[in-house]
């Protein structure tokens, strides 16, 4: 079992960075699969970025790389997704998430959600 906290959201204008934060709590930190998944209200949640348990192999949606950068301290049992050069489409809260097993794009796949922070940029 883990617990997912986001943290580092704001307001941002068209072109600027973020990092955000997701804190979990348990001791199998390291174990976990971890994710980034965006959504804006009225739309399907989407993949963002991925990184495995080791932080060996990552993946990003092709809408975000060169821009975004996810990492992982399992030393602190934290996970972060860097966020540069933003765009108004980059608006949405943004979810952290964990599963056991194989990295994955899938939302469905993962089972323990944070309960998001907001991301918005003006243009």
């Known amino acids: 079992q883990v617990q997912l906290v986001e943290s580092g959201g704001g307001l941002v204008q068209a072109g600027g960075s973020l990092r955000l934060s997701c804190a979990a709590s348990g001791r199998t930190f390291s174990s976990y699969t971890m994710g980034w998944f965006r959504q804006t209200p009225g739309k399907e949640r989407e993949f963002v970025a991925a990184i495995s348990a080791a932080g060996w192999t990552t993946y990003y949606a092709d809408s975000v790389k060169g821009r975004f950068t996810i990492s992982r301290d399992n030393a602190k049992n934290t996970m972060y997704l860097q966020v540069n050069s933003l765009k108004p489409e980059d608006t949405a809260v943004y979810y952290c998430?964990?599963?056991?097993?194989?990295?994955?794009?899938?939302?469905?796949?993962?089972?323990?959600w944070g309960q998001g922070t907001q991301v918005t940029v003006s243009s």
């Open positions: 998430a964990a599963k056991f097993g194989t990295t994955s794009r899938q939302t469905s796949e993962y089972g323990y």
